[in-house]
């Protein structure tokens, strides 16, 4: 079983930034799907950015280009999200996944990942 855990959430001021850390067990590091959804209280889950391990493509929605960015360190199984600028509709709680390889863009429907951590709070307050 893939034991897939987050860390980093926090409260910060509006404009601040945090590092949102993810490890994945059984984490293939050369070929895999990695990315992070976020769901806020009384909305759907949403994906916030996808990045195929092996092909390095990204897929950003559109509400984060610019302010989030993905990185990964194959030594350390891990995956991160660089979150800047934060603001109010940030807020949300941010889960890591984790899907089968593909070729190319990883999709960033929650469907194509089946391994998840269990979230990580991040408030944005002003």
């Known amino acids: 079983e893939v034991q897939v855990v987050e860390s980093g959430g926090g409260a910060v001021e509006t404009g601040g930034s945090l590092r949102l850390s993810c490890t994945a067990s059984?984490?293939?590091?050369?070929?895999?799907?990695m990315a992070w959804f976020r769901q806020a209280p009384g909305k759907e889950r949403e994906g916030v950015v996808s990045?195929?391990?092996?092909?390095?493509?990204?897929i950003y929605a559109d509400s984060v280009k610019g302010r989030f960015t993905v990185s990964t360190d194959s030594a350390k199984n891990a995956v991160y999200l660089q979150m800047s600028n934060l603001k109010s509709e940030d807020t949300a709680v941010y889960y890591c996944?984790?899907?089968?390889?593909?070729?190319?863009?990883?999709?960033?429907?929650?469907?194509?990942?089946?391994?998840w951590g269990q979230g990580t709070q991040v408030t944005v307050s002003s």
């Open positions: 996944a984790r899907g089968a390889y593909t070729y190319g863009v990883c999709a960033l429907g929650p469907s194509r990942y089946g391994d």
């Open positions: 059984e984490y293939s590091a050369s070929r895999t799907c």
């Open positions: 990045i195929n391990t092996y092909t390095r493509d990204t």
